[in-house]
C-alpha cells in the first residue's frame, strides 16, 4: 500500500469560494492502487507555500506519493511547476510529457500545460491541472506506471525489464 498526499492548489478553494472537487476526483483514484491517502489540503496559488508544502508532505510525512492538482497554467496565479521544481532532486519528464500528450487528444489546450514530475528524497511528486476532468485524464494516463516508480524511488533493485513474480 502507497502512502499519499493530495495537494489541491486554489484561491477559490482555499477561501471556500467554490468546493474542491479535484482532489476528491484524485483521491477517487488512488484507491485503486492501492494507495492511501494520508493528507488532503488545498491551499491557496503561492509559490512559497505550495514548495513548503511539499517539503513537509516528503520530508516530514514520508509520504510515497504527492499529487497537486491546480495552477499548472499560464495565468498569473499560476506557480505550481516553479513550486515544484524548487524543491524535487530529480525531473522525471515523461510523466509530464505522457499527461499532455493524452489530454492533446481532447483539447488543444493541452500544450500550454507546465505539469511536472519528479522525485524528492523517497517521495514522487506529480502535478495535475486543476480540473476534475484533466485531472482525472492525466492521472489515468501515468497511473499504470506509479507503482514502478514509487518502488525504484524507494530503493528497489530489480531490473525495469524483469517481470515481477
Known sequence: MLTAGVLTISDKGATGERPDKSGPAVQD???????????????PDDAALISGRLIH?????RLDLIVTTGGTGVGVRDFTPEATRAVIDKEIPGMAEVMRMESLKKTPHAMISRAV?????????VNLPGSPKAARENLTAILPAIPHAVAKIKGDRQDCGQTQP
Open 29 to 43: 483514484l488512488l484507491a485503486p492502487l492501492p494507495a492511501e491517502v494520508k493528507r488532503y489540503e488545498v491551499i
Open 117 to 125: 514530475a519528479g522525485v524528492r528524497g523517497r517521495s514522487l511528486i
Open 57 to 61: 508532505f516528503a520530508d516530514t510525512l
